[in-house]
């Protein structure tokens, strides 16, 4: 059974940081991605990744994420990461991870975690 389990979300002040962590079991992936759902709008993609041989060779933002998050991994603990930095108000949503491809489009994903609530306050 193949399991996305995110964590390391919580309430954060502007300006502040958070690092979410996505653990995969079940299956190793080779490619990865976060996506986020702010109330009454619709899943929006934010961060993918793309790797082989342990080695990352793609990665993607949003523009409204560039320069401010990254995304990783770590080989041996099959997990993706999420760091975020310079968080703003707009950044506040439910985050999910989604594993099995590298695009924007959440509908080209077939497996997804629970998601983690990032709350950013003014």
């Known amino acids: 059974q193949v399991q996305l389990v995110e964590s390391g979300g919580g309430l954060v002040q502007a300006g502040g940081s958070l690092r979410l962590s996505c653990a995969a079991s079940?299956?190793?992936?080779?490619?990865m991605g976060w996506f986020r759902q702010a109330p009454g709008k619709e899943r929006e993609f934010v961060a993918a990744?793309?790797?082989?041989?342990?080695?990352?060779?793609?990665?993607d933002y949003a523009d409204s994420v560039k320069g401010r998050f990254t995304i990783s991994r770590a080989n041996a603990k099959n997990t993706m990461y999420l760091q975020m930095n310079s968080l703003k108000t707009e950044d506040t949503a439910v985050y999910y991870c989604?594993?099995?491809?590298?695009?924007?489009?959440?509908?080209?994903?077939?497996?997804w975690g629970q998601g983690t609530q990032v709350t950013v306050s003014s």
């Open positions: 990744i793309r790797w082989s041989s342990g080695n990352i060779y793609y990665t």
């Open positions: 989604a594993g099995g491809s590298a695009s924007t489009r959440a509908g080209d994903y077939a497996y």
């Open positions: 079940g299956r190793t992936f080779m490619s």
